[in-house]
């Protein structure tokens, strides 16, 4: 599975990163499976090399927040074409739409949708192989160098950016704490937050011409790859224009134009059921309704189909280990701070 995954590119520049730390590149490189022939050939590392290097770099550097340092080093060009794609766009907002309609041609195992959500923008972030090894690196990096390059784009610090993890805080954020955007932890959401109005900043080197190219070169490029069905962000979509009343995987399928069994068979090749999805869809709806202060928590609980609202708060409990009350009160004071 996933034979293809990450561009050469980010493994090239991380073995720049560690010589430069000193590190050789046959050391970084030893027992990952990565051939001379793949950089040769501007090929693809596999899930598990990708994992692999990220290993020998941890171990090397002797530092488990590697993937911050990935992402804090990250330039446009480390994209490729997409890269200088994203330099043409003429606003931030579609450049973060280039960015997430073709973040498969850079990684395939994550998946990234930008909404607008109670005033903010959110870049909602789906990992798809949740338990290869090292997968907290592949998400610090992906979620670091996602915020990297939108201050590149707009050349300007976005003060109010923040960094969303669903888990706790681990011992190697103390390391990076100055050096990242407002990070939180223990949110139960993967994603990117910043205030809506900052995707219509303007960007420096805006070319309609350029953009036009690059996005059909990017084309190209993915039905060269034939990965023009993007199976998992198209089941999200369904989901979420139906939030509260989701709907079975017979009737999801219908809409996918396929039967129930070929929907449950590409599912299983990537290790993933409908069910999970559909839980994962109306526990983030539930979660970033519970952040508008705006709606009672009663009128949530209807919404996502509780038709009792002890249950909706015992299923809140269970997900983040608080009451929505306290879950609201937490983020919400954090962000006024």
Avoid at 96 to 123: I, K, N, P, S
Avoid at 139 to 146: E, F, P, S
């Amino acid at each position: 599975m996933y034979k293809d995954d990450v561009h050469i590119e980010y493994a090239a520049a991380l073995l720049q990163l560690l010589e430069q730390q000193g590190i050789p590149r046959e050391q970084a490189l030893d027992g990952t499976g990565i051939q001379p022939a793949q950089f040769e050939k501007h090929a693809r590392l596999t899930t598990h090399q990708d994992a692999m290097l990220l290993t020998n770099a941890v171990r090397l550097t002797r530092d488990p927040g590697i993937g911050y340092h990935i992402g804090l080093h990250s330039t446009l060009t480390w994209h490729g074409p997409l890269g200088y794609g994203l330099m043409s766009c003429a606003t931030l907002r579609e450049a973060l739409q280039l960015w997430v309609e073709f973040l498969d041609l850079r990684t395939t195992t994550f998946t990234m949708q930008l909404d607008e959500c109670h005033g903010y923008a959110e870049l909602r972030i789906h990992d798809l192989a949740p338990r290869v090894p090292m997968r907290i690196c592949a998400v610090d990096r992906l979620m670091t160098m996602t915020t990297r390059l939108c201050e590149q784009l707009t050349q300007q610090l976005l003060p109010n950016i923040e960094i969303w993890h669903k888990d706790g805080e681990p011992l190697h954020y103390a390391r990076y704490r100055k050096r990242l955007v407002t990070t939180r932890f223990d949110t139960g959401l993967c994603q990117i937050r910043f205030p809506v109005a900052d995707l219509d900043r303007p960007l420096a080197n805006a070319n309609a011409s350029t953009y036009r190219y690059i996005k059909m070169q990017c084309e190209h490029e993915r039905a060269r790859l034939r990965r023009s069905d993007d199976l998992v962000t198209r089941i999200m979509d369904v989901l979420q224009r139906h939030e509260g009343d989701y709907p079975g995987i017979e009737a999801a399928a219908d809409v996918l134009c396929m039967s129930s069994r070929t929907l449950k068979r590409k599912l299983q090749r990537l290790d993933l059921n409908f069910r999970s999805l559909v839980d994962d869809a109306r526990k983030e709806a539930t979660l970033r309704d519970v952040l508008n202060p705006v709606l009672r928590f009663d009128e949530i609980a209807v919404r996502m189909g509780y038709s009792d609202p002890a249950n909706f708060t015992r299923a809140f409990r269970r997900w983040t280990g608080e009451s929505p009350s306290q879950y609201r009160a937490r983020l919400l004071s954090f962000a006024a701070v």
